[in-house]
């Protein structure tokens, strides 16, 4: 099989998947606890992680723009571009590639390793769906923990940024806050809102299909968590991409 | 009553069974040998309607499996539990969670039995005390006898065994074949998959041996052992000695050191 038909192959039981997530979410109630689960897994587990990273890219998004602007008289600014990058763009992506590390790892690996030791045999042996059981919790899980860890990202950035416009900078703290609450209008928070509704859908259904699709014993189990890592981290990417390019041409 | 007729299924072009037939009759054992990679699980995987085979007809109780959807197999699959090889115990919960969540999915009980159930499996396996232990803190030996107690704890009709004693010692190997025995003695009809004969004339009614995905010798332990077929010959040769030897006597090794 050349490499062309495997990925059309894979792209396909991808499909079957996402369709079969939304044909069991009738059934997601009867796993309230294997939800709950997963949301303390994705959401809280993932918080320090979250609110870390996004306090470094806003401190060095604070750094690299304060030093430019202050060239020419403009440093004021630095709240707003702090404000305005971290809500729009590097919030939702800083989340987005910390969660398809942490989040996707998780998934494709618990999954695969229950694919390989017969246990999502067993399920189905018992009568129970494995997608219901297994995939609708996780992709439930980061489709609603993604907005609030993405706000705490956009916190986190914003801290960081402000602690450099402070210590390094010497702009008014009152000044950093007013001009980067003044620089958000509601299509950024539109923008920056919306994206991690789909980076966790997308975040889940494709760990969950990479740990699904796992063979090979351990070998095979390594390369369904590199895969559903890296996929997974790509595709935040591109849909950070198309995002972009339709609210600027759209709004 | 399950029955196989001309069941083939091919993985990747590589053939895996080859027009397999053989019938299971009601409230009989039957044993399917055979070398590693002969395509006895694959049968199990088919009766469970987990695989779907490319040719041939598998009946349970008369219906005729393959063309089922998911949600059609599953009055069939409650009439079935299954011993995995590797037990598929969940290992984010525990022995008790473990037997729970099956019989919740099962639903034949009510959530006050689901736990006086529980209680008697663990019972009838001799494994109480384990119930709030995980996968992971049981020995090889506790975890086929918990795998066991899971798939008998609905009563079901049907039981499949697959390899139940593989990589277990013989003192172990001798308690998982008294308790399938004493299975066997309530009517349930067993397939027991395995490659270890002396494990297989402890606790077979009838025999199958496979190599190659196709079975190439059925019938008694005597028409086995009898075969002039050079395959049969051939498998059963390095086992001959062991196999006209059948283990006796009940295991008086406590659970805790199993």
Known sequence: MNKLTAFFLQFQEYAQLAIRFFAALKHASAYRHELRRELFAIGAQSLPVVILGGTFIGTILAIETGHRYEAFGAKTMVGRTVALGMVRELGPLVAGLLLSARTGAKNASEIGAMKLSEQVDALRAIGSNPVSVLVVPRVLASVIMFLPLTLFADAGGMLGGLIVADASLHIDRAFFWTSAIYGLQMKDLLVGFLKPFFFGFFIGTISCHFGLSTTGGTQGLGRATINAVVISSLVVLLVDFIFTKVVWEVL | ?258
């Open chain 2, 1 to 258: 009553m399950i029955t196989l007729t001309d069941v083939s299924l091919a993985i990747d072009g590589a053939p895996i069974l080859r027009n397999v037939t053989l019938t299971v009759k009601e409230g009989e054992t039957m044993v399917i040998l055979g070398p590693s990679g002969a395509g006895k699980s694959s049968i199990l995987k088919i009766i469970l309607g987990i695989w779907k085979p490319d040719t041939g007809v598998v009946r349970i109780e008369d219906t005729d499996i393959v063309p089922l959807r998911e949600e059609e197999m599953l009055p069939y699959r409650r009439m079935m539990g299954m011993v995995f090889q590797g037990n598929a115990l969940f290992d984010s919960m525990t022995v008790r969670e473990n037997i729970e969540y099956f019989l919740r999915e099962q639903g034949k009980l009510r959530h006050g039995e689901i736990g006086r159930r529980v209680a008697e499996v663990l019972d009838s396996v001799n494994m109480q005390g384990t119930e709030d232990m995980y996968p992971e803190e049981l020995s090889g030996g506790m975890k086929k006898r918990i795998a066991i107690a899971r798939a008998i704890s609905a009563s079901p009709r049907m039981l499949l065994y697959d390899e139940p004693t593989t990589g277990l010692d013989p003192v172990n190997a001798r308690a998982i074949d008294e308790l399938i025995n004493r299975f066997k003695g309530k009517g349930t009809t067993s397939i027991v998959v395995t490659h270890i004969l002396h494990d297989a004339f402890a606790v077979g009614d009838s025999y199958a041996v496979m190599s190659d995905g196709a079975i190439v010798a059925a019938g008694s332990a005597d028409d086995i052992l009898a075969s002039e077929d050079e395959t049969v010959k051939k498998i059963l040769e390095e086992f001959r000695d062991e196999a006209s030897l059948p283990r006796t006597g009940a295991s008086t090794v406590p659970y805790s050191i199993i």
